[in-house]
């Protein structure tokens, strides 16, 4: 009998979303039973400028207080990013709830692929092999001092979630090929979930967690481009589908964190050496990371409304989704 993981458990997922098309759109649909959300997700969109079906009213931004300056709004900014985070308060519209569904669907679809890869021991992280030396976090002053803050702001769990979310996206950069800035790609990844839940109503955490992170890089006088570009990477990796085109490191640190909570590009998973998944579970404990992360992620939903933890909670079945990743605790 071949020896497992103990670490590692790989399942077969069940069927956590619903889609359908109409009209040649996709749309993504409520689980089976909660007809009050399947009939908002089929109900007819909204033109732009009309209240959209998925917006509930935002607090006056003049109310808000948050640590750090502001990006400068611009209507083109994608969804996710910090400019869109800060002008709608990360907040979806039914038009944006549509858009997302798509990548979803494929995340799902990932996430089936790659956990029966690894049921039937076919992936190829079987095969692989990654240089250590390339998933070691920079040693630089200003990285370990970021250590120290996150640990300051997070629980034991959550700096262990960080420190995994920076090295499964650095092994990902290592598999295929992808240059990143490893100082950069560590701040983000010590600071993106340092504001959740969110305290303020009404308002996605990951501003909370940029603003922290800006606090941060401006006390060690980080250059403003250099603090965006981190900034950004925090308030995109929570948003489903991001890609090259964000940035290397906003790709790899969504990439990272999604596999360290879901499973999700969990075709990832299977290309990642079994050896290295191994020594980053053993290096950075889960301590019960599931339960306290799926509790956060709950509290998040109700705090933020049409948010992108409530899209995810209600058409990913969140919970259901972080109980099925191929992890122990």
Known sequence: MERRD?????????????FTFRDGLLFAVAPI???????????????LGDSPACLSPLPDRDTIELRGPMSQPRPTDPIGSIGWTERTGGVLTARECLTLARPLLRGELSILAGRLAMVLRMHSGRRSSIDPASLVPPDSPLARDAEVAAQDLLTPALLNHSSRAYTWG?????????TFD???????????????????PDVDFTVRS?????????SHHVPADIRELVANAIAMHHTPGVGLESGAEAYLLSAGAAVDVFGLRSNEIPEIPDAVRQSVIQEYPRLGFKREFAGLLRAEAKQVPRGRAWYLHRFAISDLSIRLAPFRG
């Open 170 to 178: 650095a092994a990902i950069a290592a598999l295929h090929g992808i």
């Open 33 to 47: 039973g909660d007809t009050e959300m399947l009939t908002r997700a089929l109900a007819p969109r909204r033109r």
């Open 182 to 200: 490893r100082e950069l790609l560590y701040l983000a990844a010590m600071f993106h979930d340092t504001g959740i839940p969110s305290p303020v």
């Open 210 to 218: 940029a603003a922290l992170a800006r606090e941060f890089t401006d």
């Open 6 to 18: 103990p670490e590692t458990s790989p399942v077969l997922p069940l069927a956590s979303s619903l």
